[in-house]
C-alpha cells in the first residue's frame, strides 16, 4: 500500500521542521520522515544543551558560499527577530551572550518542544525510524510530476520533496550522505564538502610540546590571509579548539599556516619598553604573565630570554619578542574531521536552486533547505538561523 500526501519532508532538524510548520499552516498535507529514533538530536546537543538558536546580528557576511549572495533572500524574509517572535510566544526565556548570541536558559528541549508543538497544532505527522531507499518520479496526473518513495516502512507518495537531511558532521548523531546523494541522483551539482568549525589537530612534535597545556584557555586573534576572528582559543590534548580556532576552520585549507596574536590587546612593544624604564630589574616572564598564563610562557616561549631582566633587552630585542607574540605561527596537521565538527561546508549547489523558494531549477517539485546546501554560518547561531530561514522559505512554496 502507498500513502500519498502532498508534502514529504526528509529530516526532522531545525530546517525540516520549520519547512513542515509553514507548509501545514497553509493546509498542505505533510509528512516528516526521518531514519533516528527521535527528532531534534543535533538541536538537543547543540549549545551544550541549551541551543544557541540565532544571534542578533545576522548577515550574509556571516555566511560561506561558493555563491555569496544565495542566503540574502531567505535571511532577509525569515529574519532573527521573526524567530525571536516565536520563542516568545512560547514563553521561552533566553539570554543574550557576547557577540550577540541567544541561548535558551534552561534548556535546548524548549526549542525542541516548540517545534514538535507548532507541527502538531498544523497537523503535520512526524514518522521516525524510516530509512529510505529509492526515490523516484512518477506521473501524479496529466500534467504534474511528483515523486515516489520507497522505504523500510513502506512506499509513499508526494508532489513536493523537500531534502532536509543535513550534512556530514558528528555521525554518532546519525549523519549520513543521503542528501549529496539524491541530488546527484537527479544530477543535481554538489560543491565538495569538507569539516567546518572543528578543532585543528597538531603535528606529532608540536603535540608533544603542548601536551602541558591541555585545558588552557586565552585570548587571542586568529588570522590567515582570508579571515580574521579574536575569540578565545583551547588547547587540547590534540591540538587547538574553541571559538576562534572553530571559526578559522572554515576558512582553512589543509597544509596552510595561520597566524596567533597572543596578546590581541595590547602593544607589546610599547608596554614592555614602558616596563623596562620602570621596572628594570624586573624578569620577562614576571612581565609577561599579565597577559598569559605562565605554562603557556613556559611551554610556548621557552626560547625567549624569560629569566632575564627587561634593563638587559635591547629595543630590537623587545621589538623580537613583541612579534613572537603578536604573530605566533602554526601549521596544523589538520582538523578532527567530521567526528567533532559542528557543520558541513559545501554541499547542493547554490546555484542550482532558487534563492527565493529553494526549489531545483532542473527538478520542479525538488526542494533542498538547511545544511544540506552549499551554505554554512559562523559558530554563534548563524547555521539554526539558516535552517530558520531556508526551512520558512521552501514551506511558502511546497
Same mark, same amino acid.
Given at each position: ?8 519532508? =526528509? ?66 524574509? &525569515?529574519?532573527?527577530?521573526?524567530? =525571536? ?25 524548549? =526549542? ?78 554538489? @560543491? ?36 580574521? &576572528? ?154 539554526? @538561523? ?13
Amino acid at each position: 500500500m502507498t500513502t500519498a500526501v502532498d508534502v514529504i519532508v =526528509i529530516g526532522a532538524g531545525a530546517a525540516g521542521l520549520m519547512c513542515a510548520i509553514e507548509a501545514a499552516k497553509r493546509g498542505r498535507r505533510v509528512l516528516v520522515l526521518d531514519h533516528a529514533n527521535k527528532p531534534g538530536k543535533k538541536i538537543l546537543m547543540s549549545g551544550g544543551g541549551r541551543c544557541n538558536f540565532t544571534n542578533m546580528d545576522i548577515d550574509a557576511d556571516n555566511f560561506l558560499s561558493r555563491n555569496p549572495h544565495f542566503c540574502k533572500s531567505a535571511l532577509s524574509r &525569515y529574519t532573527q527577530w521573526d524567530f =525571536i517572535a516565536l520563542v516568545e510566544k512560547h514563553g521561552i526565556p533566553f539570554h543574550e551572550r557576547e557577540h550577540g548570541q541567544l541561548f535558551c536558559n534552561d534548556s535546548s528541549k524548549d =526549542i525542541l518542544a516548540m517545534l514538535l508543538d507548532e507541527a502538531a497544532n498544523a497537523n503535520v505527522k512526524v514518522q521516525l525510524e524510516t530509512t529510505i531507499g529509492d526515490v523516484r518520479n512518477y506521473e501524479s496526473d496529466a500534467t504534474a510530476t511528483g515523486f515516489e518513495l520507497l522505504s523500510n516502512r513502506g512506499a509513499y507518495r508526494c508532489d513536493a520533496l523537500v531534502v532536509a537531511s543535513g550534512g556530514l558532521s558528528i555521525p554518532r548523531m546519525g549523519a549520513t550522505p543521503f542528501g549529496y546523494q539524491l541530488a546527484a541522483r537527479f544530477a543535481i551539482k554538489i @560543491q565538495p564538502t569538507r569539516a567546518g568549525l572543528v578543532p585543528f589537530t597538531l603535528h606529532a612534535d608540536d603535540h608533544i610540546q603542548r601536551a602541558a597545556l591541555s585545558g588552557v584557555a586565552i585570548e587571542c586573534r586568529a588570522s590567515n590571509a582570508r579571515q580574521s &576572528y579574536e575569540r578565545s582559543m583551547l588547547f587540547t590534548h590534540r591540538g587547538l579548539s574553541g571559538p576562534a580556532m572553530l571559526q578559522l576552520s572554515s576558512y582553512w585549507e589543509p597544509g596552510e599556516s595561520f597566524s596567533l596574536d597572543l596578546c590581541p590587546q595590547t602593544d607589546l612593544t610599547s608596554v614592555l619598553e614602558s616596563l623596562r624604564e620602570q621596572s628594570p630589574r624586573m624578569q620577562l616572564n614576571t612581565a609577561l604573565h599579565e597577559w598569559l598564563p605562565r605554562r603557556v610562557i613556559s611551554s610556548l616561549l621557552s626560547e625567549l630570554p624569560l629569566e632575564d631582566a627587561l634593563r638587559s633587552l635591547s629595543s630590537r630585542r623587545i621589538e623580537d619578542i613583541a612579534r613572537t607574540l603578536h604573530n605566533w605561527q602554526v601549521k596544523p596537521a589538520g582538523t578532527e574531521g567530521y567526528r567533532t565538527a559542528e557543520v558541513t561546508l559545501g554541499g547542493v549547489d547554490c546555484d542550482a536552486l532558487s534563492s527565493k523558494t529553494m526549489q531545483s531549477k532542473q527538478v520542479p517539485g525538488l526542494y533542498f533547505i538547511g545544511e544540506v546546501v552549499d551554505v554554512t554560518g559562523w559558530l554563534g547561531g548563524y547555521n539554526f @538561523q539558516w535552517a530558520w530561514s531556508s526551512g520558512w522559505c521552501a514551506g511558502q512554496y511546497v
